[in-house]
């Protein structure tokens, strides 16, 4: 995959002046069964028609999928990537850390408006402090530090998250040219806005043919509440 991006401004200069095709997003997955375990922020459903709408910008670029409803979120950041689901030992290692980071953190309020593209996927930035200080409290209390779960990842710097939520996904190496037709006079759509009272703990099936299948819920920290954790009984993204 292409280097990361450190503003929503490089990445849609990196999209306008793009010689070489859009990566697809699908070939960055094994062909075996992997899981990703992530904290990830709901999307408020209200606001769907307006991502619809957006996506029938590009349906008729058969090699971008849309991105489904239920898989509609802001990632916050990945904890494991393993050949097999966590141990509920292991999740209750992950919640733990994170519940200690977000200690006495509030709801809070996204923005969902600019279209943009990464190397291999359509996106609408998220706007709002919140998601980005959920990061830095991670990455300050050493979150990945021995973190005790198979597959653990490195640590997410802050310096290069950027909250966003994905609406299409480039299915195969693809120039750039058709999509840009299409995107540039949207580049300014507002999708709405919403309220953030909680990070899941999800569990997403991740190889090739599953990514797109509907993840497992296995924790909550809310916001917006003096018990900020909640210990969910395994529920999917439907």
Known sequence: MGR???????????????????????????????????????????????VRAVQESFA???WITPQPEHFL????????????????????FAVERARQAWAGVEAFEVEYRRVNC???AVVVEVFGRGPSALVSRLAQSGYWDGLPIDG?????????????VTIGLVNEPHDASPLRDVLVPIRDAELGSQSIHEAAL????????TILTRWDVVARVRFDRAESFEKSPTTTSA
């Open 4 to 50: 990361f991006f450190t503003s929503f401004e490089e990445a849609w200069r990196s999209f306008l002046d793009r010689k070489e095709p859009l990566e697809s997003f699908f070939a960055e997955f094994p062909e075996a069964e992997s899981y990703i375990v992530t904290w990830l922020l709901p999307f408020d459903k209200a606001l769907v028609p307006r």
């Open 60 to 62: 008729p670029l058969d």
């Open 73 to 92: 979120h802001t990632s916050v950041a990945a904890v494991a990537v393993s050949d097999r689901r966590p141990t509920n030992e292991e999740i209750g």
């Open 118 to 120: 990464f190397h291999p």
């Open 152 to 164: 653990a990842v490195d640590a997410v710097d802050p310096e290069l998250f950027l909250a966003h």
């Open 202 to 209: 999800c569990v997403v099936p991740a190889s090739r043919t």
